[in-house]
T-cell receptor, first 109, second 113 residues
Framework: GQNIDQPTEMTATEGAIVQINCTYQTSGFNGLFWYQQHAGEAPTFLSYNVLDGLEEKGRFSSFLSRSKGYSYLLLKELQMKDSASYLCAVLDSNYQLIWGAGTKLIIKP | DADVTQTPRNRITKTGKRIMLECSQTKGHDRMYWYRQDPGLGLRLIYYSFDVKDINKGEISDGYSVSRQAQAKFSLSLESAIPNQTALYFC????????????FGPGTRLTVL
């Protein structure tokens, strides 16, 4: 079966750095997405990785290792507005998105 | 104006009633999706459509039906609503040419009493 694992909840301090991990086992791989979702709102796109390595976009970076079935999202200089759920999703061989359950990130002052 | 819109945004209904949730998009995408989200369970795919004549069941299609009236419109129906269908419902669109990044509507919060 297809499976995506990410921690249920993480806590970090304002101004700090946090890394959210995602491991996956899917039938094929055509890319990995990270989305941000604030409570009660729609998910919004953060990043897309299809090749191994690090993609940096401002305070957010995303890393992919296809051989390990592993990705992480790195958030720097945390702000209170970063409190949200972060969803990892993999595009499988049929170009279907397989979603993780999401990681709820709590930022404390 | 929003690229993906959903109506209604909130709905409270009773067990046994028929409910239709509507989704419209102006992005010109060929692919559309319906998801439900329950606390702690993430997004679960109900139905998806890759074009007007292509409708496919997702992982939790029982109790739901869909209609793709046009490229821009995709409706979700609950023929006889039950309380465990209380959830947040999202419509999404994507285009294969854009590596299938999904764009979400604002969601419909449905409560079945």
């Amino acid at each position: 079966g297809q499976n995506i694992d990410q921690p249920t909840e993480m806590t970090a301090t304002e101004g700090a750095i946090v890394q959210i991990n995602c491991t996956y086992q899917t039938s094929g791989f055509n890319g990995l997405f990270w989305y941000q979702q604030h409570a009660g709102e729609a998910p919004t796109f953060l990043s897309y990785n299809v090749l191994d390595g690090l993609e940096e976009k401002g305070r957010f970076s995303s890393f992919l290792s296809r051989s390990k079935g592993y990705s992480y999202l790195l958030l720097k200089e945390l702000q209170m507005k970063d409190s949200a759920s972060y969803l990892c999703a993999v595009l499988d061989s049929n170009y279907q998105l397989i979603w993780g359950a999401g990681t709820k990130l709590i930022i404390k002052p | 104006d929003a690229d993906v819109t959903q109506t209604p945004r909130n709905r409270i209904t009773k067990t046994g009633k028929r409910i239709m949730l509507e989704c419209s998009q102006t992005k010109g995408h060929d692919r559309m999706y319906w998801y439900r989200q329950d606390p702690g369970l993430g997004l679960r795919l109900i139905y998806y459509s890759f074009d007007v004549k292509d409708i496919n069941k997702g992982e939790i299609s029982d109790g739901y039906s869909v209609s793709r009236q046009a490229q821009a419109k995709f409706s979700l129906s609950l023929e006889s609503a039950i309380p465990n269908q209380t959830a947040l419902y999202f419509c999404a669109t994507s285009a294969l040419a854009d590596y299938n990044e999904q764009f979400f509507g604002p969601g419909t919060r449905l409560t079945v009493l």
